[in-house]
C-alpha cells in the first residue's frame, strides 16, 4: 500500500529541518537499495560531490521517503533536491517519458546502446525542455539492463503468452505492449508482486537481469526469457529551482559528479547483468534460461507497430517528433560502433 503522502512529507519536511544547521547537505532518493543500480549510481555521484566540495549528499534508498509517485513529488517541492525515478512512472507527468516502452526502439548491442544514452539527441536536448516543464532539472539518462521476463512455462512465441496474467507496472503504455505481445497485462504494485506470483494471481513479471537475481523472483517462477526488447531506462534529475539558484561553480560540480557516475554505471551495469544469471542458476540449477535466437524474436519484434500507434496517441506531436528522433539516435549509434 503506498504510503500516505502528508505523512511522508512531514517526515521529510522534519529531515529538512533537522538538516538546517547543514546547509550543505543535499538530499537524493532513489527508487532502488542502496546496492542495485540506482544505489551505486547515487553513491559514486555522492563519493564524486564530497571529494571535490564541502558539500554532503544524503542518501534515501527505495522506501525510505515513500514509493516512487512520493519521493518525486518530494523533488518538485524543493524536499528534495535530487531524486532517481524511471521513465516508466515518470510517464504520468510527462507522457513522452513512455516512449523508453517502445518494444525494440532501443539497441540490443551493448557497445551500442552505450554510445546511444552518451550521444543521444533526444535524451540530452529534447527531454530537458519537458522535465523543466514539471520543475526538474534532467540531469541524465542511463541504462539499468536488458529487461526478461520470468514465467512458470517456456515463451518461445506471443503465443506462448496467451492467457498469461503478466504483472507490469502501472504504464499505460507498457499495458499496450504485453497486451501486443499476446498476454492478459496486470497492473500491481512492486510490493505486491512476489506473493501474486507464488499464489498464482499472475503467472509472469518483466525486470532487468540484475533485478531478477537481487529480488529473487526466480524462487517463485521457472523460466527466465530474454527476447530482446527493452534495456531498463532510469533517470536523474535535480528540483530546478535549487539547480538555477546555484552558483555556476556548483552547477558545474554537479555536472561533473553526475557526468562521472553515468561512465562509472555504464560498466557496472553490464558486468552485473552478466554475473545475475550466474548467480541465479547456483541459487536455482533447474532455473530454465532461455535467450531467444534472432529468428524466435521476430513475431516479437512484429507487434512493436501497434505500440508505436499507441504511444503516438498518448504523446502527441512531441511524443512523435522525441520516437523519431530517437530512432534516428539509433542508426547513428550503430553507425558509430560498426
Aim: charged share 20%.
Amino acid at each position: 500500500m503506498r504510503p500516505n503522502l502528508k505523512a511522508v512529507l512531514a517526515g521529510a519536511t522534519i529531515l529538512v529541518s533537522a538538516n538546517t544547521a547543514f546547509a550543505d547537505t543535499w538530499r537524493y532518493a532513489h527508487e532502488e537499495a542502496a546496492t542495485e543500480v540506482q544505489g551505486v549510481f547515487a553513491q559514486k555521484f555522492k563519493e564524486e560531490i564530497e571529494a571535490n566540495s564541502d558539500h554532503e549528499v544524503q542518501l534515501f534508498p527505495f522506501g525510505t521517503l515513500g514509493e516512487s509517485a512520493d519521493i518525486m513529488e518530494q523533488a518538485q517541492a524543493g524536499i528534495l533536491q535530487f531524486v532517481n525515478q524511471s521513465p516508466g512512472f515518470t510517464g504520468a507527468l510527462i507522457p513522452e517519458a513512455q516512449v523508453f516502452f517502445v518494444p525494440y526502439l532501443l539497441p540490443q548491442n551493448e557497445n551500442t546502446l552505450q554510445e546511444f544514452f552518451t550521444n543521444s539527441v533526444a535524451i540530452n536536448e529534447m527531454f530537458p525542455e519537458l522535465y523543466a516543464e514539471q520543475g526538474l532539472e534532467l540531469m541524465t539518462m542511463y541504462p539499468e539492463g536488458e529487461v526478461c521476463m520470468t514465467t512458470q512455462e517456456p515463451v518461445r512465441s506471443p503465443a506462448d503468452l496467451d492467457g498469461v496474467k503478466f504483472r507490469v507496472m502501472t504504464n499505460p503504455l507498457l499495458v499496450e505492449s504485453y497486451a501486443a505481445f499476446g498476454a492478459t497485462p496486470t497492473p500491481l504494485p512492486w510490493g505486491e508482486v512476489y506473493g501474486a506470483l507464488q499464489t498464482g494471481i499472475i503467472q509472469g513479471q518483466e525486470n532487468p537481469r540484475f533485478f531478477l537475481d537481487s529480488t529473487k523472483m526466480y524462487e517463485v517462477t521457472d523460466v527466465i526469457t530474454c527476447i530482446g526488447h527493452n534495456n531498463f531506462t532510469t533517470a536523474m534529475m535535480a528540483n530546478k529551482d535549487f539547480f538555477d539558484g546555484l552558483g555556476e561553480e556548483d552547477q558545474e560540480l554537479i555536472q561533473n559528479a553526475t557526468d562521472a557516475a553515468f561512465e562509472y554505471i555504464l560498466g557496472y551495469q553490464q558486468e552485473l547483468g552478466e554475473k545475475s544469471f550466474d548467480n541465479i542458476l547456483k541459487a536455482k540449477p533447474e532455473m530454465e534460461i532461455n535467450i531467444l535466437s534472432e529468428e524466435e524474436r521476430k513475431p516479437f519484434m512484429a507487434t512493436s507497430e501497434p505500440v508505436e500507434a499507441a504511444f503516438i496517441e498518448m504523446a502527441g506531436e512531441r511524443g512523435e517528433k522525441i520516437l523519431n528522433q530517437l530512432k534516428a539516435d539509433l542508426k547513428a549509434a550503430e553507425g558509430a560502433t560498426e
